[in-house]
């Protein structure tokens, strides 16, 4: 009787070594019904959070929402004046370590193939020893608990998900090496994150609405504050825990530029893709200028509408992933363009589990990645 206790005991004490030491992350399945990637859910996100988050979207929204008829002549014209010859100057040297971010459209488009599977993107990760090493440190960093250290790359696709994935790749066209300084770091982690954010809800809602290319606006929504990286790097000795100027206004003020007036400097390089070009570039005007005064077709109009709204919505995420309250940090709506896209429409297509939960899923990412 005492062997077959003993037995028993080795039976499973040898279960338990199993379990903790050699146990690869459960997996599940990589690809949907309809073979679209799919990325792995985490614990869904809290009831508390949720209701929060409901919370401030609908405080946001009636701001947005509550514009009067646009009357900004003096942030047009920080919008269109040319900056100074030598900012100007500084900027134009600044954007040439800039130049991979004009293949980023390309890049990212290439991954919105439904009949890819995340093998297929796998194998696409592995090619790139680079993007491979950021994929696997990224996973196996303090903010994944994973059971063991990941070393698959399919593996860490499968964990990571496609928008995550996106985000790596597109952190590597980013020259990360010129913010030497800790302070234009934290800057950057910022910016980046807000990027980030604007990015998968913009590309959230173009889904919601069917008749948009999501994958568009999601780059869009990536690269609409690019100028601002570029900015960040003409502030000299920034103080411990300055912020970066908060408004079109501010921005000039203190940089002699704006962000956006950086952004065309840029896409006279070909870092901004055609496509996105007036996108980035106008993604202010539906607070400046009624839709009437737009020269552009009706799709243009609703996206630049779409990539606004979430533009603001971003703002409401900081970059540790807790929800801002102060609805006045937001631009207002030009009263034009509620009929391109209601507040009741845009509350249905915001106030989702989805879209919160695949936000705080990438702050995650993103501090995982730069910390």
Known sequence: MSYVLAFSALLTIASLVYFFLVRKPELEPIVSKDHVPEKI?????????????????IRALDHIYSGSPSSTAQQMTHVYETPPALTHAAIASLVKAFDKVGTLHSSLAALDDHNSSMKQLGDLVTRDPLLSARVLKTINSPFFRTATDVKSIHTAVNILGLTNLKNLIAFGVMPYALYKNPEHQRMF????????????????????????????????????????????????????????????????????ATHLQAAQIMAKTGGIPDQLRTLVLDHHLPALLPVTQLECDSMHAKCLTVLFLANQVAKLISPHGTLLDDVRRLDQLDPSYREIISKQEAREMLLSPGLIRDVMDNVQVVQAMLN
Do not use: C
């Open 41 to 57: 859910k985490p614990a869904a996100i809290g009831q508390n959070a949720y209701t929060e988050w409901e919370s401030v979207l």
């Open 189 to 256: 982690k910022t910016i980046w994150q807000h990027m980030n954010s604007t990015a998968i809800t913009a590309s959230f809602m173009a889904r919601a609405r069917q008749d948009m290319d999501s994958g568009t606006l999601y780059t869009a929504g990536l690269m609409h504050d690019i100028g601002k990286l570029v900015l960040i790097l003409l502030i000299k000795d920034p103080g411990e825990g300055e912020l970066y100027p908060q408004t079109l206004t501010r921005e000039y003020e203190r940089l002699t």
